[in-house]
Every structure is written in structure tokens, then in C-alpha cells.
């Protein structure tokens, strides 16, 4: 216990030294090394701490009377743990990427406010993770909400970046309300704000009362982590705030929404709940289906790289949601083995979502970097003059499209095999129900696959399509090292799952459970047994001989005949150029005309003729697809319209005159006065 409360002190006493010491340093690049190698070396410590916490005793630590009658708490399980080890590995490399890529910030902001700001972010994440009491726990979730709003607005010379800004801080504080009403509810029924009194008294909460408090807390959580329709402010602000920011807030700061659902749930009954609770996991996976097709259809049409990611972290979210929500299904029925799967596969998916979103978007930051520029129409050919960042953007889209042997595959594959194991639910209506969920799953995965060609062959594969592009070069080392370190995670997680697995089963062994989760893994069914028996390792030998067979069959064939050579992407003509090849609006547009009630596109078309508008004989002609957000339009903007009008109706109350308002007084005080009256009778 010493020492894991020494690794704590040492993490959180270096993140606080990364975040001042740059703030007094005027030499940029030492301010770049001052406010990230520390950060760097805090993120190393957590990992140890979590680590150790993980393969062993729970960590519990205690400064009593911090405020009147308030305790500040800290305690780690596996739970804690897993997150926090999430939180770590992808800090550690973003923090290295950061070296390089303030660079670019150096002659028009002060980077040493932006590394304050970066340490106190991560920080604050690792501090909700561990706290222990919901007073601490609101005041670190609103220093991450703040920290993260001046993060998005870092660039705020540009007017979409705040705006951006704002519709965040607004989605965040009514999350936040919502998460402050489930806690008042649990501090109504025991009159403590520990979560230890919570969950040992959760079994004497009234049925109404329980389901106020997941309700409150789905959707405060759930806005955090930016499920549908609750989503409005994740694509807004991951596109304006910098890349590694973005890196941070997609790949880990969405996951302390799912964390504070799941520690929200496992609190109130965990695999002890009752068929009565199977609603919340049915709510769950409907949700997280909604989200995971919807997130998806709206990434695969855009040509903005960071707002397609963006909305692809709200696929992934959707997909965690649909195993957690199985978990819960199952648990309440009492099928533990299966709860136990589905719950490895929600939280496998969400290290890997971490790990290879982490890497795509700072992927996207290093095109960015380089070419000054997110819109795809305007890229092309980057594989020639950014290598290493090609090939590394690569692993991570094929880890995120689910193929194998990368580690995306495993627990959508996972995720689908609970799916599948939904016949053994004996009401007949719920399995049906969830058995839909199979449907737009299914559809999320190939979509996803599509949507990750077109972001990777119309970026780095064509011919470029701006001049500019030829003068670029690769990104600093720096940069390519933070990089690799979550690729190699990538394939790591694929190549060898037991690691992962094997993570979950020594994290959530300490949830009250009989069976462990990577018991589910070899007792499921027989094709979850030929799962476990087929290893990794077997597969890649599989698909490295399937395509060696195919490369010697193609070397066969193509032998008998004659080869010309010509240049990449010409179809053998050898007179093509770039405004001949497929753009990033062209090749979505099957998804965007099949689609057309969710995307409804319009095209504005701009035409230029000889001799001005009178003449017949057309100049130039230019076709843009556009398409509409249906939620902001008709949701969100009702919403606001409606708010604008009654507080205009209320504002004309403010008359100004002292009489007026001494009115308002004595008849509140008279109301009162009835009300007390009123409530002593009774």
C-alpha cells in the first residue's frame, strides 16, 4: 500500500511540476521539453501504480475532515485501475507526440498556457477515476469539463473554435446536472456522499429510486461520452481544439463517461440486479445501437479528417454501449457466464478504441501539421512524402475497421459472439429484442470499413490535388514515436488477445461475480471455444500463407504475358490526372443517396459564364454536395428558438422600477407564508 501511494504522490506531484514549470520558462522549445517530459514520466508512474493496483489489493486512502464533515477519499479497484492504465498509456503518447507538435504553435500562442492547461486536464481525469466521494468527484469532473473548454478554445482567434467551445462547456454542464441530481438522490437515502455507503446500502433503495439514480446518471455520463442525440458538442469540439487535445479527449476523456456508468451500475447492484433492472441494459444496447449507425453514416460522408473521426468515436461509444448493455441484460436473468463475455468485450473495446483513435487522430494532427489543412478534397499522395506517418495511420485504420490480425477485431468479434448468445434468454421477447441489435451492428462494421478506405485512400494514395502538397515533408520524430507506441499496442492487443483478456480477468476479478470473465472466454459456446484454442499467432500464419498463395498465383499468371509499366492510379492509360480520380464526396455518395432522409443533400451549384450572366456560353461550373445535420436542425435549434422566446417574455419582468420589484417580494413572501401554513397542517 506504501508504495503504491508512493507512485500516486510521485504521478500527481510531477503532472502539477509539468504544468508550472513551463509557465516560467520564456524559451519555447525548452518550455515544449519542460511541460511534456514531465508529464511524460507522471503518465509512467500512473501505469506502474495502475498495474500493481490491478495484480493486487484494492488501494484505499483517507485524509478525514478535508472540509466539515466531508472525507477526502481515494480508492482504486480493478475497475479504477483499468481506467486509470487507459488514461496512462495513451497520456504517455500524446505527451511524447507534444514535443513536436506545439512546434507549430510557437509563433502565434504561448504554448507554456496550453501546457498548464494539458497537465491539469490529465490530471483532473485521474482524479475522478479515483475519488471515492461524489463532492470530490463533481469538483474534479468540472476541473476537467474547464480545463478541456479552454483546450477546444485554445485557437480562439478563429470565431467557429469558441462557438465550438461554448456548445461544449453548455452539453457539459447539463450532463453535469444530471449527474448531480443521481448523486443528491443517493445522498437522500443514506446521508453520506461516499460511494462505499452507496453500494452497501443500494440494496435498500426504494425500485424508484434506483432507477432515478441510472437514469440521472445514463444520461449525465452519457452526454459526456456522447451518445445520440446527446452527441451535439463531440464532433463541434474535437474539430476546433488541436490534434493532441483531440487524441485526449476522443480516446480517453469520453471513457470517463462509460467509467462513471459502469461504476454507476456495479454500485447499485452489479451482478446482483434483478430481471426487474434488464431495462437498463435494454436502454443500453438501444442506445449504443443508435449510436454506433448513426456516429458511423455521419462519418463516412464527411471530408473534414478530425470531424470523421469525431463522429467515429461516437460509433465506438455506441459499440461499448451495446456489450455493457448485454452485460446488464445478462446479468439480470442470471446467465453469468455470458454477462461475464459481454463485459470483456465492451471494456476489451474500449483500451482499443483508446489506443487506435489515440493514433488517428494524432495521425490526422500530423496532416494537419504538414499540409496546414483537414479537408481530404485537398490531399493526396501523402504516402510518398509523409511514410511513416502513412503507415502508421494505417495500422490504426485497419485496427478500427475490425480485420484481423489488429486488435479491433477482437472484441467486435467478441461484442458479436454475445450478440449472438442472445438465444439463451428464456423470455422469448426480450432475446427478439436484443436480438435486433445484431442488425445495425453488423451494418456499423461494414460501414466503418468503408469510411477508413476513403479516409486513407483519398488522403495518402491518390495524386495530389493542391500544389502545396509537394512541398511538404514527414513530421517530427517526435511525433512518429508517439505514434508508434500505440501502434504497436495495436497489433500487440490483435496479435496476442490473452494479454488483454487475460488484463480484464485479473481487473474485474474483484467485481461481485462467481464466474471471471476469462472463464466466459473458453466455457461460451463451441464457437467461443474454438476462439480461445485458435490463437492469434495461428491466424497471422493462416493469412500470411493465403497471401503468399495469392501473390505466387498472380506471379504465375501474369508471367505468360507481356508487362507495361505505368504510373499509380492511371488504369494503364497513362494520361490520367488527379481531377479524374474518385473524391471523397464521389465515393460516399452511394452511402449518401441511400441515406438521403437521415443526410437529406442538396447541391449548390455556382456557374460562370463569357461575357457576364446574359451570356450562353458557360465558363466554369461548380457542383457542392452539401448535407444537413437532422438532430441540430430539428432538435437543437427548436430547442434554442424556444428558450430565446420565453426569456424574452420573462425579461420584460426587469421594468426597472423599485415598486415593480417590491411587488415581486411580497408575493413571493406570501407564497411561502402558505406554503409553510400548508405543510404544518398536513
Not at 412 to 421: F, G, N, R, Y
Request: proline content about 4%.
Amino acid at each position: 500500500m506504501i508504495e503504491n501511494l508512493s507512485l500516486l504522490q510521485i504521478a500527481i506531484v510531477l503532472f502539477v511540476t509539468g504544468s508550472l514549470l513551463g509557465l516560467f520558462s520564456r524559451n519555447s522549445k525548452f518550455t515544449r521539453m519542460l511541460t511534456f517530459v514531465p508529464t511524460m514520466i507522471a503518465s509512467f508512474f500512473t501505469v506502474l501504480f495502475s498495474v500493481i493496483t490491478i495484480t493486487g489489493k484494492p488501494f484505499h486512502f483517507i485524509i478525514p475532515n478535508v472540509l466539515p464533515f466531508i472525507n477526502f477519499e481515494i480508492f482504486a479497484d480493478g475497475i479504477a485501475a483499468f481506467f486509470l492504465l487507459v488514461i496512462s498509456i495513451v497520456s504517455f503518447a500524446v505527451s511524447l507526440y507534444s514535443i513536436g507538435y506545439m512546434k507549430e504553435y510557437e509563433t502565434t500562442k504561448r504554448t507554456s498556457v496550453f501546457g498548464f492547461l494539458f497537465n491539469i486536464f490529465i490530471l483532473s481525469m485521474i482524479l475522478v477515476v479515483i475519488s471515492n466521494n461524489s463532492f470530490f468527484f463533481l469538483i474534479f469532473w468540472e476541473l476537467m469539463s474547464l480545463t478541456s473548454f479552454f483546450l477546444v478554445i485554445y485557437d480562439h482567434d478563429r470565431e467557429e473554435n469558441v462557438k465550438s467551445g461554448m456548445t461544449y462547456l453548455i452539453m457539459t454542464q447539463f450532463g453535469t446536472a444530471f449527474i448531480l441530481a443521481s448523486f443528491l438522490l443517493g445522498y437522500i437515502q443514506t446521508g453520506s456522499f461516499s460511494f462505499d455507503v452507496f453500494h452497501n446500502s443500494s440494496s435498500s433503495f426504494p425500485f424508484l429510486t434506483k432507477n432515478l439514480i441510472f437514469l440521472f446518471a445514463f444520461i449525465g455520463f452519457g452526454t459526456k461520452a456522447g451518445i445520440i442525440p446527446l452527441h451535439i458538442w463531440l464532433p463541434k469540439a474535437h474539430t476546433s481544439a488541436p490534434s493532441n487535445v483531440s487524441a485526449l479527449m476522443s480516446a480517453v476523456m469520453i471513457k470517463i463517461g462509460i467509467y462513471g456508468m459502469v461504476r454507476t451500475i456495479f454500485d447499485l447492484g452489479g451482478f446482483g440486479l434483478s430481471p426487474d433492472y434488464s431495462w437498463w441494459g435494454l436502454l443500453m444496447i438501444v442506445v449504443g445501437s443508435v449510436s454506433a449507425i448513426i456516429g458511423v453514416l455521419y462519418a463516412v460522408i464527411e471530408h473534414d479528417m478530425k470531424r470523421a473521426l469525431a463522429f467515429s468515436s461516437i460509433e465506438n461509444i455506441g459499440i461499448i454501449l451495446i456489450g455493457l448493455g448485454l452485460s446488464v441484460v445478462f446479468a439480470s436473468l442470471n446467465l453469468t457466464i455470458l454477462s461475464a463475455l459481454a463485459l470483456v468485450a465492451s471494456m476489451y473495446h474500449t483500451i482499443n478504441h483508446a489506443v487506435f483513435k489515440g493514433l488517428l487522430f494524432m495521425g490526422a494532427g500530423s496532416v494537419v501539421y504538414a499540409t496546414h489543412t483537414r479537408n481530404m478534397e485537398h490531399l493526396g499522395g501523402l504516402i510518398k512524402k509523409m511514410p511513416w506517418t502513412a503507415l502508421l495511420f494505417l495500422i490504426g485504420a485497419i485496427s478500427i475497421s475490425g480485420l484481423p490480425p489488429f486488435n479491433g477485431f477482437i472484441s467486435e468479434w467478441l461484442t458479436m459472439q454475445a450478440l449472438l448468445s442472445s438465444y439463451q434468454i428464456p423470455s422469448t421477447i426480450l432475446q427478439i429484442s436484443v436480438a435486433f441489435a445484431s442488425i445495425p451492428f453488423a451494418l456499423t462494421i461494414g460501414i466503418a470499413a468503408a469510411t477508413f478506405v476513403k479516409l486513407f485512400g483519398i488522403s495518402f494514395l491518390s495524386r495530389p490535388r493542391s500544389e502545396h502538397i509537394a512541398k511538404i515533408k514527414e513530421v517530427p520524430r517526435s511525433m512518429i514515436a508517439g505514434m508508434s507506441i500505440l501502434a504497436a499496442i495495436c497489433i500487440l492487443f490483435g496479435v496476442l488477445p490473452f494479454l488483454g483478456i487475460s488484463l480484464l480477468d485479473t481487473a474485474f476479478h474483484l467485481l461481485p461475480h462467481p464466474a471471471s470473465p476469462f472463464d466466459a472466454i473458453t466455457l461460451q459456446n463451441n464457437s467461443a471455444k474454438s476462439f480461445a484454442n485458435l490463437s492469434m499467432p495461428v491466424v497471422v500464419i493462416m493469412l500470411s500463407s493465403m497471401a503468399a498463395a495469392i501473390f505466387g498465383f498472380i506471379k504465375v499468371i501474369g508471367g505468360k504475358t507481356r508487362k507495361t509499366t505505368f504510373s499509380t492510379w492511371d488504369c494503364g492509360f497513362g494520361s490520367l490526372d488527379q481531377r479524374m480520380e474518385y473524391t471523397a464526396t464521389s465515393l460516399s455518395q452511394p452511402i449518401r443517396t441511400v441515406f438521403k432522409t437521415l443526410f437529406r443533400p442538396h447541391n449548390k451549384i455556382q456557374k460562370e459564364f463569357f461575357g457576364g450572366t446574359d451570356s450562353y456560353l458557360l465558363k466554369t461550373l461548380k457542383v457542392e454536395s452539401v448535407t444537413k445535420n437532422i438532430f441540430e436542425e430539428n432538435l437543437y435549434l427548436p430547442i434554442i428558438s424556444s428558450c430565446i422566446y420565453i426569456f424574452d417574455k420573462i425579461r420584460k419582468l426587469q421594468t426597472g422600477k423599485i415598486n415593480a420589484y417590491l411587488l415581486y417580494i411580497m408575493i413571493t413572501v406570501v407564497l411561502l407564508l402558505l406554503f409553510v401554513r400548508l405543510s404544518h397542517n398536513v
